[in-house]
Nanobody, 115 residues
Framework: AQIVESGGNLVQPGGSLRLSCVVSGNLVSIYGTNWYRRAPGKERERVASITTGGTTVYADSVKGRFTISTDNAKNTVYLQMDALQSADTAVYYC??????????WGQGTQVTVSA
């Protein structure tokens, strides 16, 4: 069982990236999946959530710019990030309630927004 994030990169302000998260084994959730980020010197924050029913919730800081989606057949969750800002620079993680209950986190993927 593991969670593997990918897709992070260096991008200019105003640019876009799509992050992917593959969840396997007993970390696959019956509830939903969340994307989090941890910026340098800051606590980890949840930025987007999606339930297995497809309901989405976004942090105010990313609302209207980020879109979370899933491909259930592939156990993959995506985070489309548009209009990126320097404040979005962080390591991005995804996790499920099952993963958090087990104190499991993947390695994350680095997003750097800089000119």
């Amino acid at each position: 069982a593991q969670i593997v994030e990918s897709g992070g990169n260096l991008v200019q302000p105003g640019g876009s990236l799509r992050l992917s998260c593959v969840v396997s084994g007993n970390l696959v959730s019956i509830y939903g999946t969340n994307w989090y980020r941890r910026a340098p010197g800051k606590e980890r924050e949840r930025v987007a959530s999606i339930t297995t029913g497809g309901t989405t919730v976004y942090a105010d800081s990313v609302k209207g710019r980020f879109t979370i989606s899933t491909d259930n057949a592939k156990n993959t969750v995506y985070l489309q990030m548009d209009a990126l800002q320097s404040a979005d620079t962080a390591v991005y993680y995804c996790n499920t309630p099952e993963g958090i209950n087990r104190n499991y986190w993947g390695q994350g993927t680095q997003v750097t927004v800089s000119a």
